[in-house]
């Protein structure tokens, strides 16, 4: 290979599942400078069709050994040479039998026998077929041959089950096929979080506000930079220092925070919302302080807006991870404001008892559209990365089931 150009890459593509994400590695390949030939399986083409990959690889894609036209040339010992690395993603059971039996039954085995491009594999199949003593030897076999795996990953899989046989994500598998530094989760996305208390005055020297201390946000804002973003905190008053070396903006109001929070989100790709943001302000402040000259006092309250939904509302919008801050039916009241303020993922925490708000450690239960995910109680720090950790992976899969323009 020539090293002042990128590689030409031979994507073979067998049937699963999986196949879906294979349009992404197309896509992220190509950013990369390289140029991608799909090979698919007859299989391959009942989950994505012939013609997704061919627009998005801007190259023919090819199926058949037997392709009388194509193969006049000898198109398969051609696409084998012309192949700098060799990537099959998903790699189904039967593929990766087929290759480790060295059969050439198909275009994409056949090309894999005729390389001398290095190969490697992204398994995915049912956990049970991928822990049974037929693919594991058929795997052993092909890893003593020289092929790579990248993968397979443990979570939850399209039949129900959960376990070991998830593909890898594209990023992995680009990682894993082009090398360079492994790319952190959240590398190059803009991540805005809102955190802390707002406060609502009520004249010079008293205002209506809550328990939070900011430490949620704070850990989620260092967690994020971290996990490689370039991140903007919002926050009311803390009880800690703003972290350094973060951009923040210090605001004192809901109107503020909204304020601010509407300014910065058209550069944000994520948007998470750990404030807890006053629902309600005083209708008037005084400009005096009040005097305590009667035995009750009466103060009439206003609703502030819901930067959450407005954000959500939003057309574009960024990825939307809100809160819910519950001292009971935790379960019910987070999926009911996940729907109703159409958000991506909400992170809900019980914060009855003294928990949760102005404390060290949190509990989280996250909930996104068919799916949820139980973090038990850790110091917030960690938290903070578990849920960041989630949040790159919904991004990823989300983006991957996106649909994608043609022609690149
Ligand atoms: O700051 P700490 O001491 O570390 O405590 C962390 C925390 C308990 C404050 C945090 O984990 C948390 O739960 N934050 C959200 C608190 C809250 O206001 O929850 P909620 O259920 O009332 O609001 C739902 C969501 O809407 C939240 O994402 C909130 O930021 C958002 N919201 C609410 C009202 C409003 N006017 N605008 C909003 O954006």
Same mark, same amino acid.
Request: a neutral charge; aromatic letters at 4%; charged letters at 20%.
């Given at each position: 290979?020539?090293?002042?150009?990128?590689?030409?890459?031979?994507?073979?593509?067998?049937?699963? $599942?999986?196949?879906?994400?294979? @349009? !992404?590695?197309?896509?992220?390949?190509?950013?990369?400078? @390289?140029?991608?030939?799909?090979?698919?399986?007859?299989?391959? *083409?009942?989950?994505?069709?012939?013609?997704?990959? %061919?627009?998005?690889?801007?190259?023919?894609?090819?199926?058949?050994?037997?392709?009388?036209?194509?193969?006049?040339?000898?198109? =398969?010992?051609? #696409?084998? /040479?012309?192949?700098?690395?060799?990537?099959?993603? &998903?790699? *189904?059971?039967?593929?990766?039998?087929?290759?480790?039996?060295?059969?050439?039954?198909?275009?994409?085995?056949?090309? @894999?026998?005729?390389?001398?491009?290095?190969? #490697?594999?992204?398994?995915?199949?049912?956990?049970? +077929?991928?822990?049974?003593?037929?693919?594991?030897?058929?795997?052993?076999?092909?890893?003593?041959?020289?092929?790579?795996?990248?993968?397979?990953?443990?979570?939850?899989?399209? @039949?129900?089950?959960?376990?070991?046989? /998830?593909?890898?994500?594209?990023?992995?598998?680009? %990682?894993?096929?082009?090398?360079?530094?492994?790319?952190?989760?959240?590398?190059?996305?803009?991540?805005?979080?809102?955190?802390?208390?707002?406060?609502?005055?009520?004249?010079?020297?008293?205002? $209506?506000?809550?328990?939070?201390?900011?430490? +949620?946000?704070?850990?989620?804002?260092?967690?994020?930079?971290?996990?490689?973003?370039?991140?903007?905190?919002? =926050?009311? &008053? +803390?009880?800690?220092?703003?972290?350094?070396?973060?951009?923040?903006?210090?605001?004192?109001?809901?109107?503020?925070?909204?304020?601010?929070?509407?300014?910065?989100?058209?550069?944000?790709?994520?948007?998470?919302?750990?404030?807890?943001?006053?629902?309600?302000?005083?209708?008037?402040?005084?400009?005096?302080?009040?005097?305590?000259?009667?035995?009750?006092?009466?103060?009439?309250?206003?609703?502030?807006?819901?930067?959450?939904?407005?954000?959500?509302?939003?057309?574009?919008?960024?990825?939307?991870?809100?809160?819910?801050?519950?001292?009971?039916?935790?379960?019910? =009241?987070?999926?009911?404001?996940?729907?109703?303020?159409?958000?991506? +993922?909400?992170?809900?925490?019980?914060?009855?008892?003294?928990?949760?708000?102005?404390?060290?450690?949190?509990?989280?239960?996250?909930?996104?559209?068919?799916?949820?995910?139980?973090?038990?109680? %850790?110091?917030?720090? #960690?938290?903070?990365?578990? #849920?960041?950790?989630?949040?790159?992976?919904?991004?990823? !899969?989300?983006?991957?089931?996106?649909?994608?323009? *043609?022609?690149?």
């Amino acid at each position: 290979m020539d090293n002042a150009r990128s590689p030409n890459i031979l994507l073979g593509v067998s049937g699963g $599942i999986a196949a879906y994400k294979a @349009c !992404e590695l197309v896509r992220r390949l190509r950013d990369a400078g @390289c140029v991608v030939r799909v090979v698919m399986t007859r299989a391959a *083409t009942a989950f994505v069709t012939p013609l997704t990959f %061919q627009a998005l690889s801007g190259q023919p894609v090819r199926m058949d050994l037997l392709d009388a036209e194509a193969e006049s040339g000898m198109d =398969h010992i051609a #696409l084998a /040479r012309w192949a700098d690395r060799v990537v099959i993603a &998903p790699a *189904t059971a039967d593929l990766m039998a087929r290759l480790a039996a060295g059969l050439a039954d198909d275009l994409l085995t056949t090309v @894999c026998l005729a390389t001398e491009a290095p190969i #490697l594999l992204a398994p995915a199949m049912n956990r049970v +077929m991928w822990e049974h003593p037929a693919t594991r030897g058929n795997h052993a076999r092909l890893l003593e041959r020289g092929v790579r795996m990248v993968g397979p990953d443990t979570g939850g899989q399209a @039949c129900g089950e959960h376990g070991a046989g /998830r593909m890898a994500e594209p990023a992995s598998i680009l %990682q894993a096929l082009l090398g360079g530094a492994p790319l952190l989760p959240l590398q190059g996305r803009r991540v805005l979080i809102t955190a802390g208390p707002t406060r609502e005055a009520i004249d010079p020297v008293r205002f $209506i506000a809550n328990r939070s201390s900011g430490r +949620m946000g704070v850990a989620l804002a260092e967690a994020a930079r971290e996990a490689g973003a370039e991140v903007c905190l919002i =926050h009311g &008053p +803390m009880a800690l220092p703003a972290p350094a070396g973060i951009r923040n903006i210090a605001v004192e109001t809901a109107a503020e925070m909204a304020q601010a929070v509407l300014q910065e989100i058209p550069a944000a790709d994520v948007f998470i919302a750990a404030a807890a943001v006053a629902d309600y302000r005083p209708r008037t402040t005084s400009a005096q302080k009040l005097k305590k000259t009667a035995d009750t006092l009466t103060l009439e309250l206003v609703r502030n807006p819901d930067i959450l939904a407005q954000v959500a509302a939003l057309e574009p919008r960024p990825f939307v991870v809100g809160f819910a801050a519950e001292t009971e039916n935790l379960r019910a =009241h987070a999926l009911e404001k996940m729907q109703r303020k159409h958000l991506d +993922m909400i992170a809900a925490n019980d914060v009855s008892g003294g928990r949760a708000f102005g404390t060290e450690d949190n509990a989280l239960t996250v909930f996104w559209p068919g799916g949820e995910r139980r973090f038990p109680e %850790q110091p917030k720090a #960690l938290l903070a990365r578990a #849920l960041l950790a989630l949040i790159a992976e919904r991004i990823e !899969e989300t983006r991957a089931s996106e649909p994608m323009e *043609t022609g690149r």
